[in-house]
């Protein structure tokens, strides 16, 4: 969001909200980069929760009077923000740039970070930032998708072909159970794909594989081990 400056991001915030168009992650200040997008779903506020943790510079940090991404360098404001969300929505969502690029598994920080995340309120955690799949860990029943890949992207020819694999993931959320599934796609000309039932075959395989104590099946549904 900041790769062009200050004045570009604000610009963006600008146009999304003429557009109407949901955003979190980033403000002119600390409090807006924290504030969740929330939204009523057949009677349950859902709340969206946007945190970096691979940020190019401390300047890019929002801070008082000081625009910029809500950081998750620091586990405050940011736990905070999650317990605040809890407490005034149904479920919240966090939504988290983080670990290595190009990597098949999360470090150790976002492992334990994610449990402290979900310990203040959080009931799902979605990652990106990696270009790559990774796995899919469960704790206290609430699943953690360390990341999704790219989506709309151009390839990267540092990463290779398995930036090109990606997958969409379907939340249900039923009382207070949340159940989860997901459909492979490829990217082609920096847009996703819907492939056929080898390449679902594969990817299913590979997350199997990259996961924790989760298990997919060969429908894509998601479930503890």
Do not use: C
């Amino acid at each position: 969001i900041l790769d062009y400056g200050q004045q570009a991001m604000l610009d963006t915030i600008t146009h999304l909200k003429r557009q109407k168009i949901g955003y979190t992650g980033a403000g002119r200040n600390i409090d807006e980069a924290f504030k969740p997008y929330v939204q009523t779903v057949k009677g349950k506020k859902i709340a969206v929760l946007g945190v970096s943790r691979v940020l190019s510079d401390n300047s890019w940090i929002a801070g008082k009077n000081h625009p910029g991404a809500a950081s998750a360098y620091t586990m405050e404001p940011m736990l905070s923000q999650i317990k605040k969300s809890a407490k005034a929505n149904d479920f919240t969502i966090v939504y988290i740039h983080w670990n290595q690029e190009f990597a098949d598994y999360p470090d150790d920080y976002a492992r334990s970070m994610a449990k402290k995340m979900i310990d203040a309120g959080a009931d799902i955690i979605v990652g990106s930032h990696s270009h790559t799949l990774m796995g899919i860990e469960y704790y206290k029943n609430k699943p953690i998708y360390y990341s999704l890949g790219n989506f709309v992207f151009n390839r990267s020819t540092r990463g290779g072909d398995k930036t090109l694999l990606s997958m969409m993931v379907h939340f249900e959320i039923q009382g207070s159970k949340i159940t989860s599934r997901i459909t492979p796609v490829k990217i082609l000309q920096g847009q996703p794909n819907l492939m056929d039932k080898k390449y679902n075959k594969e990817i299913i395989a590979k997350l199997n594989k990259l996961s924790y104590n989760a298990k997919i099946d060969a429908n894509g549904n998601v479930t503890k081990k």
